[in-house]
């Protein structure tokens, strides 16, 4: 059974930066496309970033492009999620997601997931 364990969320400040971490167990790592998503309270979850299998194709969210950056490393089977540039409206829960198959028109659907993790809160403020 695949396991997610997001890690290095936390209080910022906003313009600061934070990097996300999540480990992958339970199965063969580079064979999921890997993605972030975010819920913030009261609002719908939304996604945030995604990388495939090898790491060749990202997708970002058109809010968080040019500041955060999504990547892997198969040999530590954990992806990351580099924030910069923080603002009070990046507050939220993140979960890392895990998904075989997803080609890159469907990395941005959380549907297309199966595993998620239990999720990193970040907290950035004004």
């Known amino acids: 059974q695949v396991h997610l364990v997001e890690s290095g969320g936390g209080l910022v400040q906003a313009g600061t930066s934070l990097r996300l971490s999540c480990t992958f167990s339970?199965?063969?790592?580079?064979?999921?496309?890997m993605g972030w998503f975010r819920q913030a309270p009261g609002k719908e979850r939304e996604f945030v970033a995604a990388?495939?299998?090898?790491?060749?194709?990202?997708a970002y969210a058109d809010n968080v492009k040019g500041r955060f950056t999504i990547s892997r490393d198969n040999a530590k089977n954990t992806v990351y999620l580099q924030m910069n540039s923080l603002t009070p409206d990046d507050t939220a829960l993140y979960y890392c997601?895990?998904?075989?198959?997803?080609?890159?028109?469907?990395?941005?659907?959380?549907?297309?997931?199966?595993?998620w993790g239990q999720g990193t809160q970040v907290t950035v403020s004004s």
């Open positions: 339970g199965g063969t790592f580079r064979s999921y496309s």
């Open positions: 997601a895990g998904g075989m198959g997803l080609i890159t028109s469907t990395l941005r659907i959380g549907a297309q997931y199966s595993y």
């Open positions: 990388i495939k299998r090898f790491g060749g194709d990202t």
